[in-house]
């Protein structure tokens, strides 16, 4: 009977409070320099301490430089203090750092699993949105605040109401060229950025089932673009062995509550939706909501005024043939190995148009810089033109304080595309990597199946 949300939420769930919220037993707690230091300095400030600094992790990712070479100045005024101040509340609490230069630095979503960290059927959470991303190895893993943070790290639960459960089936194949954030725009584009409000969301159907890990990763990320308390999808055989051997992972499976993690045949899910991935097309978004999503064969329908002036572009204009500015493959959406490799294939020699102004590639973790260089991807992009950074949050998130002049376009692999997102007045459509790299070599929005 029971949903893969409902075993991990019972399985979770110390006490139920007189008013109906649950006390829910978190196993793991990941922050970062943005909105870590504030949770672990207010807790400190009200001598409380960690109740299990093993359970709690700390990355350092939005605020870094990702500029060969960086050390802690950032290009974000006063961003070192965040840097600093996380690192010390950090160490005085006796958590876990992955620090600038640590090996193991990157994003908290990419180098969560590449440390077995995240695991199937955990409870995990971070003052982070995206931390939806890791319910890919069917763990429940939602974003907070920093208060929550705070409780968390201190009681080892949080009180919470239980969502209602959405399931989402994407049955059929993905077309060549079509990838899962195709299909996460796809289902922003027809079901809204609200579509998920209030659910858990499972994804489950063939589509899913084909998918690798790092593609599962890429959809689940865009659960909270949908609203989503979070997204997950049962683990299975590639989920276990992504997480095999991992430090932070067991030695030995819970083989069986791992296999239990799946929903009953029976399952009631509070909302149903579906989708055929094989209807699908490479998706570009066209506005400042990232259900402003179209095929990339598609014109401007007729959006928010405040939308069409913002991206400088009127209703019934096709998407592709845009100039852009700046193309940027990274964010934990798409900055994996796969997502590099995948980027670099379609490159390999050829150079990006002459009108780009600047294009990079920002991988997600130093482990995935350190595998892509190893393959020589790194070679591919500079001879291409991209510039080859440190890992980091960098250009998906204007905290990295690295800008453009206002107006630009860029052509991005990530997840947001708000009004100044990027940086002040920056135009930002988000794509797949094989989108961005399309759009660099031509210089215009772009549809990767005719480079292919
Ligand atoms: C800074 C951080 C709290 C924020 C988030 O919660 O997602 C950021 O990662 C983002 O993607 O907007
Ligand atoms: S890469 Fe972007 S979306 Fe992901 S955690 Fe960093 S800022 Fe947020």
Same mark, same amino acid.
């Given at each position: 009977?029971?949903?893969?949300?409902?075993?991990?939420?019972?399985?979770?769930?110390?006490?139920?409070?007189?008013?109906?919220?649950?006390?829910?037993?978190?196993?793991?707690?990941?922050?970062?320099?943005?909105?870590?230091?504030?949770?672990?300095?207010?807790?400190?400030?009200?001598?409380? =301490?960690?109740?299990?600094?093993?359970?709690?992790?700390?990355?350092?990712?939005?605020?870094?430089?990702?500029?060969?070479?960086?050390?802690?100045?950032?290009?974000?005024?006063?961003?070192?203090?965040?840097?600093?101040?996380?690192?010390?509340?950090?160490?005085?609490?006796?958590?876990? #750092?992955?620090?600038?230069?640590?090996?193991?630095?990157?994003?908290?979503? !990419?180098?969560?699993?590449?440390?077995?960290?995240?695991?199937?059927?955990?409870?995990?959470?971070?003052?982070?949105?995206?931390?939806?991303?890791?319910?890919?190895?069917?763990?429940?893993?939602?974003? #907070?605040?920093?208060?929550?943070?705070?409780?968390?790290?201190?009681?080892?639960?949080?009180?919470?109401?239980?969502?209602?459960?959405? =399931?989402?089936?994407?049955?059929?194949?993905?077309?060549?060229?079509?990838?899962?954030?195709?299909?996460?725009?796809?289902?922003?584009?027809?079901?809204?950025?609200?579509?998920?409000?209030?659910?858990?969301?499972?994804?489950?159907?063939?589509?899913?089932?084909?998918?690798?890990?790092?593609?599962? @990763?890429?959809?689940?990320?865009?659960?909270?673009?949908?609203?989503?308390?979070?997204?997950?999808?049962?683990?299975?055989?590639?989920?276990?062995?992504?997480?095999?051997?991992?430090?932070?992972?067991?030695?030995?499976?819970?083989?069986?509550?791992?296999?239990?993690?799946?929903?009953?045949?029976?399952?009631?899910?509070?909302?149903?939706?579906?989708?055929?991935?094989?209807?699908?097309?490479?998706?570009?978004?066209?506005?400042?909501?990232?259900?402003?999503?179209?095929?990339?064969?598609?014109?401007?329908?007729?959006?928010?005024?405040?939308?069409?002036?913002?991206?400088?572009?009127?209703?019934?204009?096709?998407?592709?043939?845009?100039? #852009?500015?700046?193309?940027?493959?990274?964010?934990?959406?798409?900055?994996?190995?796969?997502?590099?490799?995948?980027?670099?294939?379609?490159?390999?020699?050829?150079?990006?148009?002459?009108?780009?102004?600047?294009?990079?590639?920002?991988?997600?973790?130093?482990?995935?810089?350190?595998?892509?260089?190893?393959?020589?991807?790194?070679?591919?992009?500079?001879?291409?033109?991209?510039?080859?950074?440190?890992?980091?949050?960098?250009?998906?998130?204007?905290?990295?304080?690295?800008?453009?002049?206002?107006?630009?376009?860029?052509?991005?692999?990530?997840?947001?595309?708000?009004?100044?997102? @990027?940086?002040?007045?920056?135009?930002?459509?988000?794509?797949?990597?094989?989108?961005? !790299?399309?759009?660099?070599?031509?210089?215009?929005?772009?549809?990767? =199946?005719?480079?292919?």
């Amino acid at each position: 009977m029971p949903t893969l949300v409902d075993k991990i939420w019972d399985h979770h769930r110390a006490a139920t409070t007189p008013g109906g919220a649950d006390l829910i037993a978190i196993d793991r707690i990941f922050l970062h320099e943005r909105t870590g230091a504030a949770a672990l300095k207010s807790m400190a400030a009200a001598g409380r =301490r960690v109740r299990d600094p093993a359970r709690v992790f700390v990355g350092m990712d939005h605020i870094v430089d990702t500029r060969p070479g960086r050390s802690d100045q950032t290009l974000m005024p006063g961003g070192q203090g965040f840097i600093s101040e996380t690192r010390a509340a950090a160490k005085a609490a006796g958590l876990t #750092i992955f620090d600038v230069s640590d090996p193991d630095q990157g994003i908290v979503h !990419v180098i969560s699993p590449e440390l077995g960290i995240v695991l199937p059927g955990c409870t995990l959470v971070a003052p982070d949105s995206h931390t939806c991303t890791q319910g890919a190895f069917g763990a429940l893993a939602w974003g #907070i605040g920093s208060s929550e943070a705070e409780h968390a790290m201190v009681t080892g639960t949080l009180r919470l109401t239980r969502p209602k459960t959405m =399931r989402i089936r994407l049955d059929g194949r993905l077309a060549a060229g079509v990838t899962a954030k195709d299909l996460a725009l796809a289902l922003l584009a027809r079901f809204g950025a609200g579509g998920g409000a209030g659910h858990a969301v499972e994804y489950t159907g063939a589509a899913v089932a084909a998918m690798d890990m790092e593609a599962r @990763q890429t959809l689940c990320n865009m659960a909270t673009e949908f609203s989503a308390f979070t997204g997950i999808i049962a683990p299975d055989e590639a989920a276990y062995a992504a997480l095999a051997g991992r430090r932070y992972a067991p030695a030995a499976f819970d083989a069986p509550w791992w296999q239990s993690l799946h929903s009953d045949a029976d399952a009631h899910f509070d909302a149903e939706l579906a989708l055929d991935a094989g209807q699908v097309a490479p998706m570009v978004s066209w506005g400042t909501s990232p259900e402003h999503s179209i095929a990339i064969d598609a014109a401007l329908p007729a959006g928010p005024a405040r939308a069409h002036d913002y991206i400088g572009l009127a209703a019934g204009t096709p998407i592709a043939g845009t100039p #852009i500015d700046v193309a940027f493959i990274g964010s934990c959406t798409n900055s994996r190995l796969s997502d590099l490799r995948r980027a670099a294939a379609l490159l390999k020699g050829r150079r990006i148009a002459p009108g780009i102004k600047k294009a990079l590639v920002v991988p997600g973790s130093s482990a995935v810089k350190r595998e892509a260089e190893a393959e020589g991807l790194h070679a591919v992009f500079q001879a291409a033109g991209f510039e080859w950074r440190e890992s980091g949050c960098s250009l998906c998130f204007y905290a990295g304080g690295e800008g453009f002049p206002p107006g630009s376009r860029t052509i991005s692999s990530t997840n947001r595309n708000f009004e100044g997102r @990027q940086g002040p007045g920056i135009r930002t459509h988000i794509a797949s990597p094989e989108t961005v !790299v399309a759009s660099a070599l031509a210089g215009v929005i772009a549809d990767p =199946r005719q480079i292919a």
